[in-house]
Structure formats: structure tokens, C-alpha cells
């Protein structure tokens, strides 16, 4: 008896969890791109290692880093 499978897809990449703030400081071509990716990278696609998610991570930091000096 030979069963054919089904092919199950792998599951996304995990988002990180300011993911959220993140896309919402995207443009509108940035999340074209977004979902370009998660189209056609899928599983592959881990958006915390993108240039865009990296360089707005570094700002994030730095932001915060510079907002707690004055409070001091």
C-alpha cells in the first residue's frame, strides 16, 4: 500500500516581540517588501536579521539610551 503524502509547508519564522511597532514605522513600499518576503522566503524569512529590523533596532536603542541620560 503506498500513501502519498501531503506536503505541510514549515511554519514562519518567529517575529520578534516589537515586531509590531517595527512594521508600523514601515513605509508603504517597506511592507510591500515585507510581505514580498514572507511570500516568497517563508520559512526562510526571519525578519529580526533584515537590514530594515537591524538599523531601526539600533535607533530604538539609541533613542532610549539617550532619553534615560536626561532623565539623570
Known amino acids: 500500500m503506498n500513501r502519498m503524502k501531503i506536503y505541510t509547508p514549515p511554519k514562519p519564522a518567529p517575529l520578534?516581540?516589537?515586531?509590531?511597532e517595527f512594521y508600523s514605522s514601515l513605509s508603504v513600499e517597506?511592507?510591500?517588501?515585507d510581505l514580498l518576503a514572507k511570500e516568497k522566503l517563508g520559512s526562510s524569512y526571519f525578519i529580526q536579521w533584515t537590514h530594515m529590523y537591524r538599523n531601526w533596532s539600533k535607533k530604538k536603542a539609541?533613542?532610549?539610551?539617550?532619553?534615560?541620560?536626561?532623565?539623570?
Open 16 to 20: 520578534p516581540e516589537d515586531y509590531d
Open 30 to 33: 517597506e511592507k510591500e517588501l
Open 62 to 72: 539609541e533613542k532610549k539610551k539617550a532619553e534615560e541620560e536626561k532623565k539623570e
